[in-house]
């Protein structure tokens, strides 16, 4: 007796721990939408998944150091490029790509910078 008793009691017990839960929730919600803590969220989120990789990043991923040439660079982009797609994974593909295109804006600022004091 006393145990179905306690079970009941659980089981109540959880039940309006559960709908408190929910109601508090809803209310988290709500307060957060009024105060735009909800919108400031979602741009946070947004800028995290855009992350620009780093110069230090690209070269650890393609294997090259700063005195590289734009031509090793390119060489080694070719052989991990090809190597992924023959039988690596897209991701690591789609990585060694992103760090390309970072030196290729890395070294075409230098040879802006170096043309401009030519001038």
């Known amino acids: 007796m ?20 929910a109601q508090a929730y809803r ?5 957060a939408s009024k105060t735009g803590v909800a919108q400031e ?10 992350k620009i990789m780093t110069e230090q990043e690209a070269r650890q991923i393609l ?3 700063e005195q ?3 031509e090793e660079i390119l060489q080694k982009y070719d052989n991990l490029f090809e ?11 789609s ?6 295109e970072c030196l290729e804006n890395v070294y ?6 170096s043309s401009g004091q030519n001038t």
């Not at 006393?2 to 839960?21: E, Y």
């Not at 075409?108 to 910078?113: N, S, V």
């Open 83 to 93: 190597s992924n797609a023959k039988n690596g994974s897209f991701y690591l593909q």
């Open 27 to 31: 209310q988290a919600l709500a307060n």
């Open 108 to 113: 075409q600022g230098k040879e802006q910078g």
């Open 2 to 21: 006393a145990a179905k008793i306690l079970a009941n009691l659980i089981v109540m017990g959880s039940g309006i721990l559960i709908r408190a839960f």
């Open 95 to 100: 990585k060694v790509h992103r760090a390309k």
């Open 41 to 50: 969220t979602l741009q946070n989120v947004a800028r995290r998944g855009s």
């Open 68 to 70: 590289s040439t734009w």
């Open 63 to 65: 294997g090259v150091s």
